[in-house]
């Protein structure tokens, strides 16, 4: 079956203007300071031949073995890092996660390496400074979290600002001021977070009345950014979904009961974002998980705007006419798929895009830069993942003004316009989830192709533009990424394929 688009048509009706740093990523704190993070998957698994191993049940899981493997500080002056890192142009990048929440700032060396009583790990003078450098080698604005653990709270009370003190004036007299931040990652699921035991939602909107006010005073060009939840019950669908998960397996609270009460208002809404479950977390929350079978498919994809809509009615309550940001976002909770670091979720990615920007003006950070499957690049070697060139590609192409072109998409046909990035026309993303159907698209004039696929096999660790595949040359250099010209007319666009036109 083939199915028809016409770009012929100049009247779409202009929706917003989105926010250049849409495309934006994560570090996480335990990669800062060393620690452990999501295990790897083996070669094996990634192609979909070897279950993930079971394990008894959940409890602390940022130290469970089943899951959780050591890894040492990611080089942040890594070269080959900084230049893929610049490519994807200005950008907010985020270090926080759940361990950033028991995370000790010894910038006075004072610790010895060992986390005092009430922390888990300890972050350095040295380190820090990698992260701020950092931020300045890519043009890029920083957003982190805080500590909110038993050792910010003297004898169980409100939150001791100390910590919070310390790594905002270290930043400030270094000359790298933090231009956001989330006081607590993922606070509606509580202690399980690593915030104290028996941590109420109460106790988090006191504490972030705290931090907030603290940081106004002191620090008022920073955005107050919150609550940061993920898998709020109060929003969006409960059944495939990892709303389902969270839900079903751990004390929770919803957006409202965290900001219920507080004074201080926020200057962004955050929330995080993931369409389900991973497979290492499936035997607990199988109702959470979807299948690779099913990751390419509308429902799936459905996911991100269903969130962006649900979370924007908050957004519109707590935060009127502010931005919303989802400060992470990957294919799966739990450290990704094992189909994150391949083609097929290259699908998940444009589509989130894409959806985000019709609904709401903000910022997207992945999980992560380069870590885990999930990451943008491959963990050390930073070699770049599907996902990687899919952004890439995003913005160069994809200009700020979105545009409502529903009319042209269908089931398993999705199309989002632009402004192009350099202003000289419209730049339209075609995502064919189909296996079966081609598309054909009616360009007005011609126009620049650029068509990704995975050369044959939804699961391939490579992508291939145009039918070229996308590797670095031998010194490590990106390959270009050039455009197929078309004449006016008609251009197949064969299944499962996203493609971008610069017309």
């Known amino acids: 079956m083939t199915k028809f688009i016409d770009l012929s048509c100049r009247d779409f009706k202009k929706i917003r203007s989105v926010d250049k740093r849409l495309v934006s990523y994560n570090i996480e704190m335990t990669e800062v300071t060393g620690g452990t993070f999501w295990k790897e998957y083996t070669k094996a698994q990634i192609e979909g031949k070897e279950a993930f191993?079971?394990?008894?049940?959940?409890?602390?899981?940022?130290?469970?073995?089943?899951l959780m493997q050591y890894y040492p500080p990611i080089d942040l002056y890594n070269e080959r890092l900084r230049s893929y890192a610049k490519e994807l142009g200005e950008v907010w990048i985020r270090v926080s996660g759940s361990w950033a929440t028991k995370t000790?700032?010894?910038?006075?060396?004072?610790?010895?390496?060992?986390?005092?009583?009430?922390?888990?790990?300890v972050l350095t003078k040295e380190q820090w400074i990698g992260v701020l450098e950092f931020v300045k080698a890519v043009n890029g604005k920083l957003l982190i979290s805080v500590s909110n653990c038993a050792g910010d709270h003297k004898n169980g009370g409100p939150l001791d600002l100390t910590q919070t003190k310390?790594?905002?004036?270290?930043?400030?007299?270094?000359?790298?001021?933090?231009?956001?931040a989330e006081f607590m990652n993922e606070p509606n699921m509580l202690e399980f977070s690593g915030a104290p035991a028996g941590y109420t939602a109460k106790n988090y909107a006191r504490?972030?009345?705290?931090?907030?006010?603290?940081?106004?005073?002191?620090?008022p060009k920073c955005l107050i950014v919150?609550?940061?939840?993920?898998?709020?019950?109060?929003?969006?669908?409960?059944?495939?979904?990892?709303?389902?998960?969270?839900?079903?397996?751990?004390?929770?609270?919803?957006?409202?009961?965290?900001?219920?009460?507080?004074?201080?208002?926020?200057?962004?809404?955050s929330y995080h974002y993931y369409n389900g479950i991973s497979e290492r977390l499936a035997q607990i929350m199988p109702q959470a998980h979807w299948s690779a079978d099913e990751a390419h498919t509308d429902e799936y994809l459905g996911i991100a705007r269903e969130?962006?809509?649900?979370?924007?009615v908050l957004r519109d309550k707590y935060v009127p006419d502010g931005q919303m940001w989802v400060t992470e976002s990957g294919d799966a909770g739990g450290g990704g798929n094992t189909w994150a670091s391949t083609y097929l979720d290259v699908f998940r990615t444009l589509s989130e895009l894409g959806s985000f920007a019709v609904v709401s003006d903000g910022i997207i950070f992945h999980n992560t830069l380069a870590s885990s499957d999930y990451g943008f690049l491959e963990r050390e070697t930073f070699v770049p993942r599907p996902n990687y060139y899919a952004v890439l590609l995003w913005t160069r192409l994809m200009g700020s003004d979105v545009y409502d072109?529903?009319?042209?998409?269908?089931?398993?046909?999705?199309?989002?316009?632009?402004?192009?990035?350099?202003?000289?026309?419209?730049?339209?993303?075609?995502?064919?989830?189909?296996?079966?159907?081609?598309?054909?698209?009616?360009?007005?004039?011609?126009?620049?192709?650029?068509?990704?696929?995975g050369g044959g096999s939804l699961r391939s660790r490579t992508v291939f533009l145009n039918g070229k595949e996308l590797l670095l040359d031998e010194n490590g250099n990106l390959p270009k990424l050039e455009g197929q010209k078309e004449n006016s007319g008609s251009v197949e666009l064969p299944p499962c394929t996203c493609s971008f036109f610069a017309v």
């Open 53 to 66: 191993p079971k394990f008894s049940e959940l409890r602390n899981f940022t130290a469970m073995g089943e």
């Open 104 to 121: 000790y700032y010894d910038f006075e060396g004072e610790t010895g390496g060992k986390a005092p009583e009430g922390y888990q790990s």
């Open 166 to 180: 310390k790594i905002f004036d270290f930043s400030h007299e270094y000359g790298v001021d933090i231009d956001a």
């Open 307 to 312: 969130n962006a809509e649900g979370h924007a």
């Open 207 to 219: 504490d972030q009345d705290i931090f907030n006010r603290w940081v106004k005073e002191n620090y």
């Open 226 to 269: 919150g609550p940061c939840t993920t898998g709020d019950t109060s929003v969006g669908r409960i059944g495939k979904h990892l709303t389902a998960g969270v839900g079903s397996l751990m004390k929770t609270c919803t957006t409202d009961e965290l900001l219920k009460g507080t004074l201080v208002p926020l200057d962004v809404f």
């Open 405 to 453: 072109c529903r009319s042209l998409c269908a089931n398993e046909l999705h199309v989002y316009c632009h402004s192009r990035k350099d202003k000289n026309g419209f730049a339209f993303l075609i995502i064919n989830n189909s296996e079966s159907d081609t598309v054909t698209v009616t360009l007005p004039a011609e126009a620049e192709r650029y068509t990704l696929s």
